[in-house]
Nanobody, 118 residues
């Protein structure tokens, strides 16, 4: 069992930056590939960024490429999402998810709200 707790959301003006954090507990964090998803009101949840268990591989949605950066610190059991040049369309609840492919299990955090507005 893995518990994931996100933080770092808030209200920011367009063009601003935020850094989201997701702290894991309960299992060996380095065994898990990690992802950030988001869900805006009335829309489906979408994958924003992903990082491999070692941090050696990353992927991004086209809508955030060049603006968002996913990273992880396995010593701190934490995955980050640095979000720059934020746009109103980035407004959503952001969730982190951890997946252990060998066991076909995944765990979700409770989400953190990001609002981009002037």
């Amino acid at each position: 069992q893995v518990q994931l707790v996100e933080s770092g959301g808030g209200l920011v003006q367009p063009g601003g930056s935020l850094r989201l954090s997701c702290v894991a507990s309960g299992s060996t964090f380095s065994n898990y590939a990690m992802r950030w998803y988001r869900q805006a009101p009335g829309k489906e949840r979408e994958l924003v960024a992903a990082i491999s268990s070692t941090g050696g591989g990353t992927n991004y949605a086209d809508s955030v490429k060049g603006r968002f950066t996913i990273s992880r610190d396995n010593a701190k059991n934490t995955v980050y999402l640095q979000m720059n040049s934020l746009k109103p369309e980035d407004t959503a609840v952001y969730y982190c998810m951890g997946r252990r492919n060998s066991l076909n299990v995944e765990y979700w955090g409770q989400g953190t709200q990001v609002t981009v507005s002037s």
